[in-house]
């Protein structure tokens, strides 16, 4: 049983906490936090042991009426491997306390790729990851595009990728960004600093990227075009792309024609809060011009990581091979179904 502890509970967090939790050959230690908010009670009303990430605030949670297992140390202490889901760059601040303990860690994309030994994507790079003792499960927008580029690299070689990606001003929680009203260059200078974040995964490959903000909290959305090596079909790109557990291929006909409708659709299916872990592609937006291929896709960017960093956890301790750990993680997420 691997034993996992994971720092940082807010939206990325709570959701690993789950997909760990629902994993039969691993074992939730708990999970630490810095204050006994709302996240707080619920994480001890579905039975985690909480831990004081800042240890004099410990008597905040038993003010709160939230007993602690105790404080972040001993949480790394005890756990085989640590998942750290804290606010980019605290990541950064906490590698010393993992090294203090000889634990092995996740940070997460908000991370500058140096802080691991490797940038991981289960799909593109799991083998990379077999063995390390630090590991960066890469950004939402960055998993999105691997899952894309691995498997079109595989069938046909990929010559060029051009994607402009239409980002969330913010999760749906954060009421503090932006824009509200406004539809923003972001980054204004081209390419953005996506390309480059991918590259940590493919580095041979050649990428250009574009980023716009819009006011929206639900999705990403990708336009993207794949200059391929080799003359394809759509309908054959189609079929590589259904093939992938982690692509979803949105039928014609069900009526999705947006990030709206996906997410309603995802809690009409009961999912966890309205949770879309896999690539959400429009079939027929699939076309194909000689070698360039172009698609539109939907990336839900608070959770299409989670399956990462629980493959990223038997990669590291070398328990299971890629595929077995991809099936293991979809099976009991519930990706895929
Ligand atoms: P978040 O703000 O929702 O959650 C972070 C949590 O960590 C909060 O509960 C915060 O209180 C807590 N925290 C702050 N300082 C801490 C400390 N010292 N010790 C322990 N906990 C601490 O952030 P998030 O969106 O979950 O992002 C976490 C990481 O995941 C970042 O690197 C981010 O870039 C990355 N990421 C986020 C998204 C996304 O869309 N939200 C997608 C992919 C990757």
């Known amino acids: 049983m691997i034993e996992v502890g994971v720092n940082g509970y807010g939206t990325i967090g709570k959701r690993v906490a789950d997909a760990v939790d629902s994993q039969p050959d691993m074992e939730l230690v708990g999970v630490a936090k810095t204050k006994p908010n709302f996240e707080a009670h619920t994480a001890v009303e579905r039975g985690y042991d909480m831990y004081a990430a800042i240890p004099e605030r410990a008597p905040l949670f038993s003010e709160d009426g939230i007993e602690i297992a105790g404080v972040v140390d001993e949480l790394v202490a005890a756990a085989?491997?640590?998942?750290?889901?804290?606010?980019?760059?605290?990541?950064?601040?906490?590698?010393?306390?993992?090294?203090?303990?000889?634990?092995?860690?996740?940070?997460?994309?908000?991370?500058?790729?140096?802080?691991?030994?490797?940038?991981?994507?289960?799909?593109?790079?799991?083998?990379?990851?077999?063995?390390?003792?630090?590991?960066?499960?890469?950004?939402?927008?960055?998993?999105?595009?691997?899952?894309?580029?691995?498997?079109?690299?595989?069938?046909?070689?990929?010559?060029?990728?051009?994607?402009?990606?239409?980002?969330?001003?913010?999760?749906?929680?954060?009421?503090?960004?932006?824009?509200?009203?406004?539809?923003?260059?972001?980054?204004?200078?081209?390419?953005?600093?996506?390309?480059?974040?991918?590259?940590?995964?493919?580095?041979?490959?050649?990428?250009?990227?574009?980023?716009?903000?819009?006011?929206?909290?639900?999705?990403?959305?990708?336009?993207?075009?794949?200059?391929?090596?080799?003359?394809?079909?759509?309908?054959?790109?189609?079929?590589?792309?259904?093939?992938?557990?982690?692509?979803?291929?949105?039928?014609?006909?069900?009526?999705?024609?947006?990030?709206?409708?996906?997410?309603?659709?995802?809690?009409?299916?009961?999912?966890?809060?309205?949770d879309l872990w896999e690539n959400c592609v429009w079939g027929e937006s699939i076309a194909v011009e000689g070698r360039d291929m172009y698609l539109f896709q939907a990336i839900h960017q608070e959770s299409d990581v989670i399956p990462e960093n629980v493959d990223a956890i038997r990669a590291m301790l070398d328990v299971a091979d890629k595929r077995e750990s991809m099936r293991r993680t979809d099976k009991h997420v519930g990706i895929g179904v």
């Open 80 to 274: 085989d491997v640590v998942v750290d889901c804290t606010p980019s760059g605290i990541g950064a601040e906490n590698k010393s306390l993992y090294e203090s303990h000889d634990t092995p860690a996740i940070f997460q994309g908000g991370e500058s790729a140096d802080i691991a030994d490797v940038s991981f994507n289960a799909r593109a790079n799991f083998d990379e990851a077999v063995g390390a003792r630090y590991t960066r499960v890469v950004s939402c927008n960055t998993t999105g595009l691997s899952r894309i580029v691995a498997p079109l690299q595989e069938e046909y070689g990929v010559e060029k990728v051009r994607a402009t990606l239409v980002r969330r001003g913010g999760d749906p929680a954060q009421n503090s960004r932006g824009p509200i009203n406004d539809i923003l260059p972001n980054p204004i200078g081209i390419p953005s600093h996506h390309g480059p974040d991918v590259q940590t995964i493919f580095p041979d490959l050649s990428i250009d990227t574009l980023g716009l903000k819009v006011p929206a909290t639900l999705m990403h959305v990708h336009s993207l075009n794949v200059t391929l090596e080799s003359d394809v079909t759509a309908a054959h790109v189609r079929q590589l792309l259904e093939d992938e557990n982690r692509v979803y291929v949105i039928p014609e006909g069900l009526g999705i024609d947006g990030a709206g409708k996906l997410k309603d659709f995802a809690l009409d299916a009961g999912r966890p809060r309205g």
